[in-house]
């Protein structure tokens, strides 16, 4: 340990090449007096409440088991990405819906649902996804 404090390779590590060292020694290196617990528990937090908001969203979709289902991606503007099963009965503003559910900063944002390709907005919200050609799809979403 003190050859590592005066920043001198240990004899052991003589044999090892530096790539290999320099990742077992940055990977080992953390302090208890740092300050990255707070900016973590700070990212946790929010990481929290964007699963809760997540699992709220997912609640509010009413699934009837009796009806066929379909998994739909939804990749967001921000970089973010939601994964939700509808039944094929399920209108394109209950995508919408749980979007904005799953993510409230976007209520007061103006977007628009794509498909991926061919790239066409989703303007007729009335569809079901069955209409719309959306089963099993990849939806982006795009600020306006």
Known sequence: MNSLRKRVTPEEFSSCSSFFLFLLLSSSSSSSSSATPELTSAASSAQQDQLDNESQASSLVTLDSSQPVTNIQIRLADGGR??????????????????????????????????????????????TLEQAKLLNAVIVQRLN
């Not at 994964?83 to 007061?108: G, I, L």
């Not at 649902?113 to 066409?120: A, E, I, Q, V």
């Open 82 to 127: 939601l994964v939700q099963r509808f039944n094929y009965t399920h209108r394109v503003s209950d995508v919408r819906q749980f979007v904005v559910a799953a993510r409230p900063t976007m209520a007061a944002r103006e977007f628009v649902l794509m498909t991926t390709f061919p790239n066409k907005e989703l303007t007729d919200e009335s569809q």
